[in-house]
């Protein structure tokens, strides 16, 4: 079965860079989450969409913008990098009615130097 | 707020025995709980659900158990095997109120490690 496809896996950036992740989710889910997961964390959640509109928000930076295209994959974009930022970012996709699970990719490692 | 917790950050089993993860929830208007497993390197991967108006759903080898009294959750596996090591995390969602909106909050995962 298709699953949610995240790219890159790994991300090396500088302090200050920028940083856009991809997120592919699975065929016919129209939700899309994004969380973030830091070193012995349970993910965090920062920004969700329903059918191309952000549906919910949650600890993401101000620094950090996202948005789902029409075709429903999603890109986090994220500016002027912090050594804080190093995280694993998980995407997830859903079947957007009622009470269905979250499937989630592999995520990618970001790590700022 | 929303909060959810486990009550035991790691947790051994010998294979073969079964195992009961707990976790505890806030959040008296949550309709909708997951467990999750997951790997290192991996992302989060479905176990099972249960929905508020239950109060156990088994799976393959997997029972989930919900104590709405005491907001309370469990996961039982049983049968240990060693590709049950892992870390366990509950997971809740509020009552579907608008289309799309529902996030998901994680609680403190649970190291679970079989030992041979």
């Known amino acids: 079965a298709a699953g949610v496809i995240q790219s890159p896996r790994h991300l090396i950036k500088e302090k200050r860079e920028t940083a856009t992740l991809k997120c592919y989710p699975i065929p016919r889910h129209d939700t899309v989450y994004w969380y973030q997961q830091g070193p012995g964390q349970d993910p965090q959640f920062l920004i969700s969409?329903?059918?191309?509109?952000?549906?919910d928000k949650g600890s993401i930076p101000d620094r950090f913008s996202a948005q789902q295209f029409s075709d429903y994959h999603s890109e986090l974009n994220m500016s002027s990098l912090e050594l804080g930022d190093s995280a694993l970012y998980f995407c997830?996709?859903?079947?957007?009615?009622?009470?269905?699970?979250?499937?989630f990719g592999n995520g990618t490692r970001l790590t700022v130097t | 707020g929303e909060s959810v917790g486990l009550h035991l950050p790691t947790l051994s089993v010998q294979e073969g025995d079964n195992s009961i993860i707990n976790c505890a929830y806030s959040?008296?208007?949550?309709?909708?709980f997951i467990w999750y497993k997951q790997e290192s390197g991996k992302g989060p991967q479905f176990i099972i659900d249960i929905r508020s108006n239950m109060d156990k759903r088994q799976g393959q080898r997997v029972t989930v158990l919900l104590n709405k009294t005491v907001k309370h959750l469990s996961l039982q596996i049983a049968a240990t095997q060693p590709g049950d090591s892992a870390v366990y995390f509950c997971a809740e969602m509020g009552a579907f109120i608008i289309q799309g909106a529902q996030k998901l909050v994680f609680g403190q995962g649970t190291r679970l490690t079989i030992n041979p």
């Open positions: 959040n008296s208007a949550s309709d909708y």
């Open positions: 997830a996709s859903r079947e957007g009615g009622g009470n269905s699970p979250l499937h």
């Open positions: 969409f329903y059918e191309k509109m952000q549906s």
